[in-house]
């Protein structure tokens, strides 16, 4: 039973966007605050955007000003919009709960930054 799925990760070159989705079930999703995170190869992975339910927003000082993470109640599904990538944003991005525990994790998404 897939409860997370990522999707919208890519090859861009630097400077360009992507956009990702995370498709969540609505026990994971459903009054929680919703993460992204990465993890890049090497690398602990690190929580790089939140929003709660009511949607407020926190970002990594990292991303901050590049990236914005959104989410659509209705259709259990949150999105992070990165613009101005840079090479140091190649991970594999997967989303989760916030806060209460985390659920089992995706499979993630590749994001590629080509210098």
Same mark, same amino acid.
């Given at each position: 039973q897939v409860q997370l799925v990522e999707s919208g990760g890519g090859l861009v070159q630097a400077g360009g966007s992507l956009r990702l989705s995370c498709a969540a079930s609505g026990s994971i999703f459903r009054f929680t605050a919703m993460g992204w995170y990465r993890q890049a190869p090497g690398k602990q992975r690190e929580l790089v955007a939140s929003i709660t339910w009511g949607g407020s *927003? +926190? &970002? /990594? $000082? !990292?991303?901050?000003?590049r990236f914005t993470i959104s989410r659509d109640n /209705?259709? +259990? *599904? #949150? &999105? =992070?919009?990165? +613009? !101005? =990538?840079? !090479?140091? $944003?190649? /991970? #594999? &991005? &997967?989303? +989760?709960?916030? !806060?209460g525990g985390f659920a089992s994790w995706g499979q993630g998404t590749q994001v590629t930054v080509s210098s």
């Open positions: *927003t +926190n &970002y /990594a $000082d !990292s991303v901050k000003g /209705a259709k +259990n *599904t #949150v &999105y =992070l919009q990165m +613009n !101005s =990538l840079k !090479s140091e $944003d190649t /991970a #594999v &991005y &997967y989303c +989760n709960r916030k !806060s």
